[in-house]
């Protein structure tokens, strides 16, 4: 087919018909004014709606140069739709909820840990107005953020003293600063471990001026390594628990009991990073056990560092406890104000800790922990129960199975340990031909539901994990929409019920 003859507008080749087009623009004004545009005026202000529709002109005009514009695109209504979609999208929130059927509770990409309910309530008394952040109600002075959570740490933990941050990197890059700047810190080599992020313990050893020395071997390191090793340089024998992975097999290693009494014996500081934390003995729950810091205090750690939001249940934050000497010369580094928890994470925090005051109530309380002891059986009856309506929104190019699943506590705490779970598996039934294509499209599909769903891809397979749908309406919620994204009919309406002859 011909190309119609090009011309030139505004010094750049377009098609023949790009001038009528380009005429056919209003200006900014004008279509300011227009009625339903002028609406969004006065709810959202000149400066948004303004620029949006600016926005949308500026493509229009490329379109038309470029022979890409339909002239229905330049009716008014049509105008206005853009015009409204443009505000709505600008104002849409980037963060925003999905459903986690992943089968990864702490899911890192996810959130990490739900905060409760309690905690929630919390937030919105405390930031909806002014409060006693760093001011002593008791004597009317000035008062230190700290001491809000302090005596919950103190009394849950059993340390001296305790302070905070605004994660666990933090913590650990605070507490070698303020320990063991321009000197040595001995770790062994066992434990040189890599998060997420690129967290890596020699870089963050490096980063706090501290002098990494490795002892031992990758498999096994003994107490008469971390001892040969001590110079008049040392300042702190450290332990990093290897949360994020297992070495197994011929291995040997230090607990923190035998190095605590080999640093306090040459007048050292000892420290660990439990990196995850517990709070409490996760093996009375059900689930793979955990070091706690009351055990590593108890044990004569005089530093131990742990996360906030990962089994902990709570924000992000950093915590550090131990002894009063110790936490204080980590107070007082210059580096902790640029570390220091804001005043929103530090309510959630003071909220989620106050809940493990009544342990009897923790796995009803606590989200994450309610979310990590549900029962399997309970899982697979709700997949029975969603499994009927999926399949017959889907139709029958796809096959909807309730299957028995292997979720994850954390990706990167106790990654290695399996949770025993249920869920829905999806696949085409045509088989493998095409079932790559088909899989992500229908991923695709289900990311981009008002509240996004997340599953995970595995064996020519989509596999829905239900451990962390706590209402089945979550999920059913998003048919319709679903419905929508695949291009399926609506859902026809029950028929009522024949009334009985008389």
Known sequence: MDRPEESVVDGSKAPADAPALLKRL????????????????AEHGHTLVAGQARALLDALREAARADRLAPGQLEPEALAREVAARVAARLAPRMRPVLNLTGTVIHTNLGRALLAPQA??????????????????????RGDRDSLVEDLLCELTGAEAATVVNNNAAAVLLTLAALARGREVIVSRGELVEIGGAFRMPDVMAAA??????????NRTHPRDYAAAITERTALLMKVH?????VQGFTASVDEAELAAIAHARGLPMATDLGSGSLIDLAAYGLPREPTPQEKLAAGCDVVTFSGDKLLGGPQAGLIVGRRDAIERIRRFPMKRALRMSKLPLAALEATLRLYLRPERLARDLP?????????DEIAAQARRLAPALAELLGPGWTVEVVGLQGQIGSGSLPVERLPSAGLALAPATGRKGAGRALDGLADA???????VIGRIADDRLLLDLRCLDDDARLADQWPALRAALGRPPAEPPTPPQAAPR
Do not use: F, I, K
């Open 446 to 452: 289900l990311r981009s539901l008002p509240v996004p």
């Open 242 to 246: 290897t949360s994020n992975y297992q």
């Open 209 to 218: 001026g501290a002098e990494l020395v490795e002892v031992g071997t990758t």
């Open 368 to 376: 994450t922990l309610r979310l990590l002891t549900r029962p399997a």
């Open 26 to 41: 209003p200006s900014v004004d004008r279509l300011l004014r227009q009625p339903p545009v002028a609406a969004l005026l």
């Open 120 to 141: 929630l309530a919390h937030l919105q008394a405390v930031m909806s107005g002014p409060n006693n952040l760093e001011y002593d109600l008791a004597d009317g002075g």
